[in-house]
């Protein structure tokens, strides 16, 4: 029975050191500095690089963009806000993954994202999805989700569109949710199939 205890005791212990070793480890990305080895950056370039360098995710709005500009702040949260200052766009992290597009699609995109994720189709056991992508087709996109999904996932015709992104071990369906969302598309899905639609088609 102590033994069982000892063990129980030790086990919490590891969850709750792992947990905060997870905060600490997106805090110290946070607060450590920006600099990423050049001084003028456009903001899509920053973000991958403070990215790759903290192993994150990242899925950021196709609107999002920014001239090329000297990378301004103590910290990466000080450069990330003097970028995104004097426009609509923000950022937010969440599960290790850095979202950054329109303040009110990122608003949201996460009041109702556990309600979409329970929408989603479930497909095959292996669900996670790792790439990096400073462009890439949403059509090809759709192809490489259906290949580690099983579900038949596609573009509507006539919907050509590129995103950028990094998925760090993403589940396919938020990768998916947060590309559709964040840039304002639309999908329409049942059990086995899922087509993305332009907004107000």
């Known amino acids: 029975m102590k033994l069982c205890k000892v063990g129980l005791l030790l086990l919490v212990g590891i969850i709750l050191l792992t947990a905060s070793a997870s905060v600490l480890s997106a805090k110290s990305g946070f607060e450590a500095s920006p600099d990423v080895g050049d001084r003028f950056l456009d903001i899509h370039t920053f973000l991958f690089k403070i990215a790759a360098r903290n192993d994150w995710s990242l899925i950021v709005s196709s609107e999002v963009n920014s001239p090329i500009r000297k990378v301004s702040g103590a910290t990466v949260k000080e450069a990330l806000n003097n970028y995104l200052e004097t426009t609509r766009y923000r950022w937010r992290f969440y599960e290790n993954c850095l979202y950054v597009a329109h303040e009110n699609d990122l608003e949201l995109f996460f009041r109702h994202l556990a ?30 989700l259906k290949s580690i999904s099983g579900v038949e996932i596609r573009p509507s015709t006539g919907l050509h569109h590129s995103v950028m992104m990094r998925a760090a071990d993403m589940s396919w369906q938020r990768v998916l949710l947060a590309v559709v969302y964040l840039n304002r598309f639309r999908m329409d899905r049942t059990d086995y199939s899922i087509t993305i639609f332009p907004a107000g088609s």
Not at 115 to 135: C, D, V
């Open 115 to 144: 309600e979409l994720e329970l929408t989603m189709p479930r497909g095959q056991a292996k669900s996670s999805f790792s790439g990096n992508f400073m462009r890439i087709d949403l059509e090809m996109l759709c192809s490489m």
